[in-house]
């Protein structure tokens, strides 16, 4: 089983900058598709990111295409996701996703992720 390990949140002004990492240990990450999500309070958790097994192809939400950017290392296990022009509204629970069904494809949905990391609080004051 994937266990995934979220790491980089914390409090940021609007207009700045973090990079969120995902470490993953287990033999399939290479061949997953990998995603982020983030929940804020009140609110179902939804669609940020997402990354082909190779790297190749990167899927966003409209909400954050042009300021965040997602990427991997399939040499170290790790996805990231770096967070510019951060607004208030990015303010959330961002949590890191695999699928072992998918290797490609713009995946949006929580339930075609099967393993998740335990999140990391990301807060941009205004």
């Known amino acids: 089983q994937v266990q995934l390990v979220e790491t980089g949140g914390g409090l940021v002004q609007a207009g700045g900058s973090l990079r969120l990492s995902c470490a993953a240990s287990?033999?399939?990450?290479?061949?997953?598709?990998m995603g982020w999500f983030r929940q804020a309070p009140g609110k179902e958790r939804e669609f940020v990111a997402a990354i082909s097994r190779s790297g190749a192809n990167t899927y966003y939400a409209d909400s954050v295409k042009g300021r965040f950017t997602i990427s991997r290392d399939n040499a170290k296990n790790t996805v990231y996701l770096q967070m510019n022009s951060l607004k208030s509204e990015d303010t959330a629970v961002y949590y890191c996703?695999?699928?072992?069904?998918?290797?490609?494809?713009?995946?949006?949905?929580?339930?075609?992720?099967?393993?998740w990391g335990q999140g990391t609080q990301v807060t941009a004051s205004s």
């Open positions: 996703a695999g699928s072992s069904s998918f290797s490609t494809g713009r995946r949006s949905s929580s339930i075609d992720y099967d393993y």
């Open positions: 287990g033999r399939t990450f290479s061949s997953s598709l």
